[in-house]
T-cell receptor
């Protein structure tokens, strides 16, 4: 049973470009969560999605950031007009239903130059 | 609100025991513990629900004191593989949103 998959694992973008991060949850999981982690810091919640629904986006910046989890395909975290402060590791987690443990993917390390 | 984890770092020899703590200023619905090695994804260890239950995973166990809004993770007879940063994620009011502490760095030496 494949775990949570994220790609790309590493992404380099210049300031002003767009970054698209993809997450495929574990088989049978319908809940996806995105977290951001800065070096030597804990994980910061960004957004919680179910298929075709954003359940909680209270941790996501209102501008430049958006997330979706379509009926078919992976969840996408999109960052427009990236700035240096967006450089971080972005982790996706999935769970089968509310209240269950969240399993994390390997993360995407975004570097903005 | 971010939980507070203590101590920040622990160094112990193989076979020794250690306790690491996670405290919150908010009432908690559940506590989730993860271990992360450098450059890797956090690995799920266990989840504790309110009710003061204790759980175990190999020689790692945890308790959750709902009234004190804190959880402790017990590393017993530590192994080299226990090295890593341990994060607690706390959930208030069953909303599935986890707030993570800054982590406890654990180093086990031979």
């Amino acid at each position: 049973n494949a775990g949570v998959m994220q790609n790309p694992r590493h992404l380099v973008r210049r300031r002003g470009q767009e970054a698209r991060l993809r997450c495929s949850p574990m088989k049978g999981h319908s809940h996806v969560y995105w977290y951001r982690q800065l070096p030597e810091e804990g994980l910061k919640f960004m957004v919680y999605l179910q298929k075709e629904n954003i359940i909680d986006e209270s941790g996501m910046p209102k501008e430049r950031f958006s997330a979706e989890f379509p009926k078919e395909g992976p969840s996408i975290l999109r960052i427009q007009q990236v700035v240096r402060g967006d450089s971080a590791a972005y982790f996706c987690a999935s769970s089968p239903m509310e209240g269950n443990e969240q399993y994390f993917g390997p993360g995407t390390r975004l570097t903005v130059t | 609100q971010q939980p507070v984890q203590s101590p920040q770092a622990v160094i112990l020899r193989e076979g020794e025991d250690a306790v690491i703590n996670c405290s919150s200023s908010k009432a908690l619905y559940s506590v989730h513990w993860y271990r992360q090695k450098h450059g890797e994804a956090p690995v799920f260890l266990m989840i504790l629900l309110k009710g003061g239950e204790q759980k175990g995973h190999e020689k790692i166990s945890a308790s959750f004191n709902e009234k004190k809004q804190q959880s402790s993770l017990y590393l017993t007879a530590s192994q080299l593989s226990y090295s890593g940063t341990y994060f607690c994620g706390t959930e208030s009011n069953g909303n599935n949103r986890l707030a993570f502490g800054k982590g406890n760095q654990v180093v086990v030496i031979p």
